[in-house]
């Protein structure tokens, strides 16, 4: 598991702050993925929090079999970049209303102070750990075997993957490892 996504230290008050957080925006999530529409199965299911942070409920965005299978095949050695580019998705479930409940706002803040200087990315640590929690249950959306729930990083590339690596449960991440979807940028 990548280092900037491992557990810090946390005081009492900030790690259920982060437990507050991820159950918030668990809940926020899955009742935006239920006003998904869907023709196919999802394969990938992408949250991203954009230039806001968690100030704001994150798009999620969608991909069928098809469009992953689409983005891979654009480049024969990096088409795991392209699989994880969640702009490139073709459904995009945009949250109405765009802000979260003053509890998980409070919790975030909260969050937010103890990791800023503590982690890279407060967003991305925090995104993942929600992705990891989505992975864990029954989604309201139809899911290929290989479907995974995950924080996209814009920056992608090995970030990209680490983020991967937390969230999808270990025999999912297997599978896409397998078909060429999961790979590190070469040295």
Same mark, same amino acid.
């Given at each position: 598991?990548?280092?900037?996504?491992?557990?810090?230290?946390? +005081?009492?008050?900030?790690?259920?702050?982060?437990?507050?957080?991820?159950?918030?925006?668990?809940? $926020?999530?899955? #009742?935006?993925?239920?006003?998904?529409?869907?023709?196919?199965?999802?394969?990938?299911?992408?949250?991203?929090?954009?230039?806001?942070?968690?100030?704001?409920?994150?798009? $999620?965005?969608? #991909?069928?079999?098809?469009?992953?299978?689409?983005?891979? #095949?654009?480049? /024969?050695?990096?088409?795991?970049?392209?699989?994880?580019?969640?702009?490139?998705? +073709?459904?995009?479930?945009?949250? +109405?209303?765009?802000?979260?409940?003053?509890?998980? $706002?409070?919790?975030?803040? $909260?969050?937010? *102070?103890?990791?800023?200087?503590?982690?890279?990315?407060?967003?991305?640590?925090?995104?993942?750990?929600?992705?990891?929690?989505?992975?864990?249950?029954?989604? /309201?959306?139809?899911?290929?075997?290989? *479907?995974?729930?995950?924080?996209?990083?814009?920056?992608?590339?090995? +970030?990209?993957?680490?983020?991967?690596?937390?969230?999808?449960?270990?025999?999912?991440?297997?599978?896409?490892?397998?078909?060429?979807?999961?790979?590190?940028?070469?040295?």
């Amino acid at each position: 598991m990548a280092q900037q996504y491992a557990d810090v230290p946390l +005081s009492g008050q900030a790690h259920d702050a982060v437990r507050t957080l991820v159950d918030g925006y668990v809940e $926020i999530l899955v #009742a935006l993925l239920r006003t998904a529409e869907q023709d196919a199965p999802f394969a990938a299911v992408g949250l991203d929090a954009g230039q806001e942070g968690l100030d704001v409920v994150p798009n $999620i965005a969608l #991909a069928t079999e098809a469009d992953l299978e689409a983005l891979f #095949a654009q480049d /024969p050695t990096l088409g795991w970049f392209y699989v994880w580019n969640a702009w490139e998705y +073709s459904d995009v479930v945009e949250p +109405s209303p765009g802000t979260p409940p003053p509890a998980v $706002i409070d919790a975030w803040r $909260i969050v937010q *102070a103890e990791l800023d200087g503590n982690v890279v990315d407060p967003v991305l640590w925090t995104l993942v750990r929600v992705a990891h929690a989505l992975n864990r249950q029954t989604l /309201p959306v139809a899911l290929t075997a290989d *479907a995974t729930v995950f924080a996209f990083d814009e920056g992608g590339g090995d +970030s990209q993957v680490d983020a991967l690596e937390f969230g999808t449960p270990a025999d999912v991440l297997d599978r896409l490892r397998r078909r060429g979807y999961v790979a590190r940028e070469a040295a």
